[in-house]
């Protein structure tokens, strides 16, 4: 699974669109990183720059985004509404999919130790990245601003944690670090009065509302969820009250708990929740567990689609309440998406047959393997979903719930393997294809082949590992699951078999080409070790299947 991270740099021009531009410009030199918004504020003198991408790409384009900044930006000169330090006041990193905060931050540190010595900028860690308690919050830090920082940066508990301990008057200072993903997302009321959302907003938010307590003394009574900052106000374009909320930590209070509590407070206070309203961007996960617990809250199984699980959180958070939700423009993951990566499996049926029947020698034997078995645990989890909504199993839904999360998983993985089979394939083709006019080139060239006849013995071996593993779930429903279904369950180990056996031969005609013996000589023993659990496992399934279609 590939690591994404967002970094969210603020640079301090937010007038001269051709400054902005040449900075931009530097992002978008870096391979593999998105470019996905760029919001210039006249007032702030700041714009605001949003990219994504694999981590160490992003850094590099930070890299070069910091340095073009500092060259064009004159902080000597620049007034502005905003509290600003340096041309690159603050750039953050959030970690985005398949990477912790520990790591996002490993590389925020990268970043700053790259920025202070190579272009002798002082930089302060702040948030995750910092150490130091003390100097963890960016306004602390930032405290005296560009004006005071001549003096505050000679004062030992402010020496920067990279970079020189002098302040250049041209760049200033920037401040790097990493933190969750902040969310800007606004509840909508059915009503006109500010006054109302703001006690809905006062429930919620973290920081509460200050009351008085029986001696008299004004104390600050904490609201229902955490990492939520959030006020009320009227939109006039719409016409209604809404709750608008920062979500400063996901991983805390994810965005279905914070709608949770303004429906819990605005019903309390006699008003309702009618929809919501997303700003900006927002990760694939948050969207996949709200739906799951939308689905869990009706006793449903959340063993359903990626786009199933969008679907309904979508409809029970009402986030096209307004406007219409376009998932492929608000998620982050889905902008990031090259369609060429998936072309085979967004194929039709007819489609898809008619490409594997041409001429062209891909999409081969191991990725229509990798179809089969996702059809086989497609067929599995689909038994599973029948019985956890099965009229008088109502008990059990849970426990179907789970064997058809997992069936899904493996499905989607293997849908992944059938373009990722055939991309294989072509990076034979490709190294095949490279110069060999002399020694030097011979030896890359073989080198390349090597290397890439190697990850396509790989592939077809994550086919059949994955395989395998779905031979729990299509079991455990040829056990237990709605008996009307059990020849389902029956033709999806007929499936995950011949998924096995046909990825095993692409294995083998693969691993033939190689020079690595010892490579070689494992995945086969590994392979066959494979194969013959798998043909005992379709052995068993069939004769429960059977019995069970016998009466």
């Known amino acids: 699974m ?41 007032a702030t003198n700041r714009t605001v720059v949003t990219i994504v991408g694999p981590p160490q790409q992003v850094i590099e384009a930070a890299f070069r985004a910091i340095k073009k900044a500092a ?24 970690p985005i999919a398949n990477i912790s905060m520990e790591e996002t931050a490993a590389f925020a540190e990268q970043l700053a130790a790259r920025v202070g010595s190579e272009l002798k900028i002082p930089i302060y860690l702040y948030e995750a990245a910092q150490k130091n308690p003390s100097r963890k919050n960016l306004s602390i830090i930032r405290a005296g601003e560009y004006e005071g920082f001549f003096k505050k940066i000679k004062q030992p508990e402010w020496k920067p944690d990279f970079g020189p301990a002098e302040f250049p008057a041209h760049c200033g200072a920037t401040v790097i670090g990493a933190r969750d993903f902040l969310v800007a997302y606004n509840v909508n009321l059915n009503t006109t009065s500010v006054r109302r959302a703001n006690s809905v907003a006062f429930d919620v938010r973290e920081n509460g509302r200050k009351i008085k307590n029986e001696k008299g003394e004004e104390v600050v009574q904490p609201g229902a969820c955490k990492s939520v ?38 019903h309390a206070r006699g008003m309702r929740v009618t929809g919501s309203e997303l700003v900006g961007l927002i990760p694939l996960k948050s969207l996949t567990d709200a739906g799951k617990y939308f689905l869990q809250k009706q006793k449903r199984s959340v063993g359903v689609s990626e786009h199933e699980l969008i679907r309904i959180a979508v409809k029970s958070l009402g986030l096209d309440e307004l406007s219409p939700f376009k998932t492929e423009e608000r998620i982050i993951e889905y902008l990031l998406k090259n369609k060429k990566d998936a072309r085979l499996v967004n194929m039709d049926l007819r489609a898809f047959a008619d490409e594997t029947a041409s001429e062209s020698p891909a999409p081969g034997g191991g990725s229509i393997a990798a179809y089969i078995g996702s059809l086989g645990v497609s067929l599995g989890t689909m038994v599973a979903n029948l019985s956890s909504h099965k009229p008088g199993w109502d008990e059990r839904w849970e426990e ?65 590992e994955l395989c395998l593993s779905s031979f729990d779930v299509i079991a455990a429903m040829a ?38 013996k010892n490579f070689v000589e494992n995945i086969l023993l590994r392979g066959q070790e494979i194969q013959d659990k798998a043909v005992k496992f379709e052995q068993n399934i069939l004769e429960v299947v059977n019995r069970k279609i016998a009466g």
């Not at 374009?237 to 819990?264: P, R, W």
């Not at 089979?421 to 110069?435: E, K, V």
């Open 2 to 42: 590939n690591q994404l991270i967002e970094c969210v740099p603020n640079f301090s021009e937010g007038n001269d669109l051709n400054i902005i531009k040449q900075i931009t410009d530097q992002i978008e030199t870096v391979d593999a990183v998105k470019l996905l918004n760029v919001d210039p504020g006249k």
């Open 71 to 94: 060259e064009l930006i004159d902080m000597s000169k620049h007034k502005g509404e905003h509290p600003r330090m340096g041309a690159t006041d603050v750039c953050p990193l959030i």
């Open 229 to 266: 900052k959030a006020i009320g106000w009227y939109i006039e374009e719409y016409g209604i009250a809404q709750v608008s909320m920062n979500l400063t930590n996901i991983s805390i209070t994810a965005v279905h708990v914070a709608f949770d509590e303004c429906v819990k407070s605005a």
């Open 400 to 464: 179907f719930s789970k064997w058809a999360e997992q069936g899904q998983h493996l499905k989607d993985q293997l849908l992944n393997l059938v373009d990722e089979d055939t991309r294989a394939f072509n990076y034979i083709m490709n190294a095949f294809g490279l110069p060999k006019s002399n020694d030097e080139e011979k030896k890359a060239r073989t080198e390349a082949i090597q290397s890439a006849t190697r990850y396509a013995t790989e592939v077809p071996f994550k086919v059949m």
């Open 479 to 516: 056990e237990t699951g709605n008996p009307n279904s059990v020849s389902d369950a029956g033709v999806g180990a007929l499936c995950a078999r011949s998924a096995v056996m046909g990825a095993f031969l692409n294995v083998k005609i693969n691993a033939s080409g190689l020079k690595d």
